[in-house]
């Protein structure tokens, strides 16, 4: 049975599908990111005394180690909120998907028409 390989998770929101797309699109090109999953959700949370709710798009962010400090900073720079949602974890990947996930962050990684996935089709997420 082959070993499970380490990859780190970050979790961020954004105000819509266009600035959450932008910011993806931005931390793949970068290769900070060798993926990001979008999905809409509804958050609520107390805002300067006041309980709100937004309909925002969650990202969530797959990177390596090596990465993650990199990413971070970038999420800083980047993110249009003034206090954005960033939390991070590790978490376990099967090694096709991890090897595939290394090398798109990697970045001595081929140009992206040469760029392999695991199985030659789109990897899921």
């Given at each position: 049975?082959?070993?499970?390989?380490?990859?780190?998770?970050?979790?961020?929101?954004?105000?819509?599908?266009?600035?959450?797309?932008?910011?993806?699109?931005?931390?793949?090109?970068?290769?900070?990111?060798?993926?990001?999953?979008?999905?809409?959700?509804c958050s609520r949370y107390r805002w300067q005394g006041v309980i709100e709710?937004?309909?925002?798009?969650?990202?969530?962010?797959?990177?390596?180690?090596?990465?993650?400090?990199?990413?971070?900073?970038?999420?800083?720079?980047l993110h249009s909120y003034d206090t954005p949602e960033i939390l991070h974890?590790?978490?376990?990947?099967?090694?096709?998907?991890?090897a595939w996930a290394q090398e798109m962050i990697s970045s001595d990684a081929?140009?992206?028409?040469?760029?392999?996935?695991?199985?030659?089709?789109?990897?899921?997420?």
């Amino acid at each position: 049975m082959t070993r499970a390989m380490h990859l780190r998770l970050v979790l961020t929101t954004e105000a819509d599908q266009h600035r959450a797309e932008a910011l993806a699109d931005q931390l793949i090109k970068r290769r900070l990111a060798a993926c990001v999953s979008l999905t809409s959700v509804c958050s609520r949370y107390r805002w300067q005394g006041v309980i709100e709710r937004s309909e925002e798009v969650q990202l969530l962010i797959k990177t390596s180690d090596q990465r993650l400090d990199d990413l971070l900073a970038a999420l800083t720079d980047l993110h249009s909120y003034d206090t954005p949602e960033i939390l991070h974890w590790s978490a376990q990947a099967e090694p096709a998907y991890a090897a595939w996930a290394q090398e798109m962050i990697s970045s001595d990684a081929a140009s992206s028409a040469q760029e392999a996935t695991p199985g030659n089709a789109p990897p899921a997420g």
